[in-house]
Structures are given as C-alpha cells and as structure tokens.
C-alpha cells in the first residue's frame, strides 16, 4: 500500500505513526512545504513567557523528524504539493510525481487577518502551527514593552499573559463582542474579564478598528473613539481551513468552507480522507455542521482516518461536543458543548443554572468553582457546560463531555458515582446538577 499525508501537524504526524503500526509493508510519504515540522499554536505562548525554555523542548514525537526516519517514514520538507491527480491517483510536489492508494489530507488552517485599512506587514504578527510564527514573536518581544492583540479568543488571552509575564506594561486586548465567545457566555465571561483586568490587561471590548498603520516605529490603531499606539500587533481573529488545494482537484467544499467528509472521514473521493482543522465538523448534539479547530480534534481524526485507510474504515467518527480548557492568570477555563446563546440561536428551548460554589477544603487551601450547565428542556440532557476556577476542570469537563456525547439524561447522570478523599481536590458538580434538575421540575 502506497500512502501520502500531506501536512506534518498533529492529525498528519501521529495518522503516520499509526499507518506504520498497522501496514508494516506500506509506504508512508509525508510532505509539508515548511522546513520545520509543526507545533499546536496552544503550545507557543508556553515559550513565548519563558514557561518552557527553548523551541526544542517542544519537538517530541511525531514533531521530531527523527522518529520518522526510524519508522522508515519519508518526510519530505519544504515541499510544496501543487496538485492532485486524481483520475491518476498521485500527486504533484516540486514537480515530482508520486502515487498513492490513498491520501490524506492534513493541511490544516490558515490565520485569518482581517481587511483592516493601513496593514503593511511591519510589527504585525499571527500565529499558527507553524514554529516560524512563534520565533518570529519571540525575538521582538524583549525589543518592546507594548502590544495590541486583536481577538479576545483563547490564544489572544493566552499571548496577552504571556506578555504581562514578560514584563510588559501596556498590553491592549480588543475584541468585537466580548471575550471568548465561542465558549462563554456573558454572564461568565464577567468572570474572566475581572481577573484579565486585575492582572493589568486593558480590555477594548465593543471595538471597532478604523486603521491600524505604522508611524515612526510604532502602530497606531485607530479605534472609533480613540488612538492606541504600540509597539507592535498580534492578531489573534480565528483561522481560515486550507482548501485550495482540495478545491483544485474538485473535492466538495463544505456548507462551512472546510472539506466535506463524510463518517469515515472520506472526502467526495474515497480514496481521499481530510482530517484536522482543515475538515468540515459536526455536533453531536444537532448534527449541524461547524469548524472545529483545536490540537485533540486533529489527533484523534488522523487516528481514526489512519485505521480507516487500513482497516477498511473500521471506525464511524461521532462528531465533536467541542470540548475545551484553557489557564489564563492561574484560572482554569473549561466548557464543553454549546453555550446558551448558540443553543438559542440553534432554536433549542435551553435551562441554565450558574453555581459559585464553596471552598469545601478550605484546611488545604482549596479555590472555589464557578459552573453554568445548560439543559434542554424536553429531553431533559446536557447541552452545554461553562466552569471556571483555580482548581482543576479538566476532569469534569470530560465527564459532563461523555455524558452530552451519550445525551445521558440528568436523572442518570446525577447518580454517576464519584470518588472523593478529603485530602484530594473533589468533582463539586454534584451542586448545579441539583439545581438544574429542580429548575427543569
């Protein structure tokens, strides 16, 4: 069997790995037109505050060029594939022809920058899984000590702490409609701004850029009532899927603008799988199509399409219920599913409740948890959950994912046994479980 994986991110890297575990025989093509294999962009804000020391201490894995070659896999970088040959069944990279039984698709997104009037390139960053972005930063960094990130999602918020743990004194986070949209509402939202402001974080919120442009070394952004000017910008709006390619050997373009695969992760050419931040998404829980563009996604879908392309498309992929954590400032952000206002907007009849709950282990110094769970109100399931604390979310997060994702009724899922030990951080959900089964009574 002859593969060839187009794109080196997490989905291409570990789908690789595996291929090799189950076709032994089979030869594996990698091809990435950068010259350094890729890195999550969750990741670069870790060095870019000096919390991991060097670039290096990020490459491990399927991010090490090594572990490749010892599995007698072809990495081809700085290779630019330029076309798919379907009728044909191979590609074209720098002119070279190579064939293939089946192909992957892993070419993941790219930053979106939007139309602002006065762009010049100058002291204007963004990033992506691509390590060049994260170096590019890091060496203007200790140069300045002002910045504007514009974007208020998990990766501006989390280069926004970077910068502060850098020593910056006038870091500005502008942002359209509030912070962290795609998984707060409003009202926890609240939360988090408190403390982004608490730890010296100028919050523009309801901003609209004019121009941003360049003036004597520094960047003057000019907003609708006033003029920030600072060293240099970071945008941090979101990234576009990379289809170009896919559009240009006449693979269907899905309702979202990612490539259309079907529930074994086939394109419209089933010898042809697409995985990662490049695919279309959808929800388990309406079945609505969406992106979905976070480094677990990509993992587990180069997995799944890996075992497909050998196994005869053994696995049926599920979708997505979005779960997510951040830590900004020592707070853990978690949510998983929709949040009120898409829930809403999606026409569903929805409950929330929002619980603070108490330091139950205050001997040990323990934090309290702020938690919104929303319900729909005729089936009486988990459609999405909100927790923000200075404990530890993760473990909640996936248990109320694997109970939206089974749309396990409250009923059952507030007689799930817990473990507790007073001397261990507690799961505490049990407290807004409560409330919203009385709310929904």
């Known amino acids: 069997m002859k593969v060839c994986i187009i794109g080196t991110g997490d989905a291409g890297g570990l789908a690789a790995f595996q291929i090799r575990r189950l076709a032994k025989e089979a030869d594996i093509d990698v091809f990435?037109?950068?010259?350094?294999?890729?890195?999550?962009?969750?990741?670069?804000?870790?060095?870019?505050?000096?919390?991991?020391?060097?670039?290096?201490?990020?490459?491990?894995?399927?991010?090490?060029?090594?572990?490749?070659?010892?599995?007698?896999?072809?990495?081809?970088l700085n290779t630019e594939v330029t076309d798919i040959l379907r009728q044909e069944k191979?590609?074209?990279?720098?002119?070279?022809?190579?064939?293939?039984?089946k192909l992957m698709l892993a070419v993941g997104a790219t930053p979106s920058i939007?139309?602002?009037?006065?762009?010049?390139?100058?002291?204007?960053?963004?990033?992506?899984?691509?390590?060049?972005?994260?170096?590019?930063?890091?060496?203007i960094i200790p140069k300045y000590a002002s910045a504007a990130i514009i974007g208020a999602g998990f990766i501006g918020l989390e280069i926004a702490a970077a910068l502060k743990s850098r020593g910056y004194s006038e870091i500005y986070v502008l942002a359209r409609r509030g912070i962290m949209r795609a998984y707060l509402d409003k009202d926890m939202a609240e939360r988090l701004e408190s403390v982004l402001r608490e730890e010296g974080i100028e919050l523009v919120l309801d901003?609209?850029?004019?121009?941003?442009?360049?003036?004597?070394?520094?960047?003057?952004?000019s907003l609708s009532d006033r003029e920030l000017e600072v060293d240099f910008v970071v945008f941090a709006t979101g990234a576009k899927p990379n289809v170009q390619l896919a559009q240009k050997a006449g693979l269907q373009i899905g309702e979202t603008g990612a490539i259309f695969v079907n529930r074994h992760l086939q394109t419209s050419d089933p010898d042809i799988y697409a995985v990662g931040d490049c695919m279309e998404n959808w929800d388990i829980i309406t079945g609505s199509k969406r992106?979905?563009?976070?480094?677990?996604?990509?993992?587990?879908?180069?997995?799944?399409?890996?075992?497909?392309?050998?196994?005869?498309?053994?696995?049926?992929?599920?979708?997505?219920?979005?779960?997510?954590?951040?830590?900004?400032?020592?707070?853990?952000?978690?949510?998983?599913?929709?949040?009120?206002?898409?829930a809403r907007e999606k026409g569903l009849d929805v409950v929330s409740v929002s619980v603070t709950t108490p330091r139950l282990r205050e001997r040990f110094d323990n934090k309290p948890a702020h938690y919104k769970l929303i319900a729909e109100r005729s089936t009486q399931t988990l459609?999405?959950?909100?927790?923000?604390?200075?404990?530890?979310?993760?473990?909640?997060?996936?248990?109320?994912?694997?109970a939206i994702a089974n749309r396990m009724p409250l009923a059952k899922l507030v007689q799930i046994d817990s473990c507790y030990s007073p001397n261990v951080q507690e799961d505490q959900i049990a407290v807004p479980l409560h409330r919203l089964i009385d709310e929904l009574s």
């Open 383 to 402: 459609v999405g959950a909100q927790i923000i604390s200075e404990e530890i979310v993760t473990g909640t997060i996936d248990k109320l994912a694997v």
């Open 90 to 101: 191979c590609i074209i990279a720098e002119g070279k022809r190579y064939p293939y039984d």
């Open 207 to 221: 901003a609209h850029i004019n121009s941003i442009t360049s003036d004597k070394g520094k960047k003057r952004v």
């Open 291 to 342: 992106q979905h563009q976070l480094a677990m996604n990509a993992i587990r879908t180069g997995y799944m399409a890996s075992r497909n392309i050998v196994l005869a498309n053994a696995l049926v992929y599920e979708g997505t219920v979005m779960p997510f954590v951040a830590k900004l400032f020592g707070h853990q952000v978690g949510s998983v599913g929709f949040t009120e206002r898409f």
């Open 114 to 139: 939007p139309p602002v009037p006065g762009l010049d390139g100058k002291n204007e960053f963004a990033l992506s899984t691509d390590i060049a972005d994260g170096r590019a930063l890091e060496d």
């Open 32 to 76: 990435t037109k950068r010259v350094e294999l890729g890195c999550p962009p969750c990741e670069i804000p870790l060095v870019l505050s000096g919390a991991v020391a060097r670039w290096e201490d990020l490459i491990r894995g399927f991010r090490d060029k090594s572990s490749f070659e010892k599995r007698n896999i072809n990495v081809h």
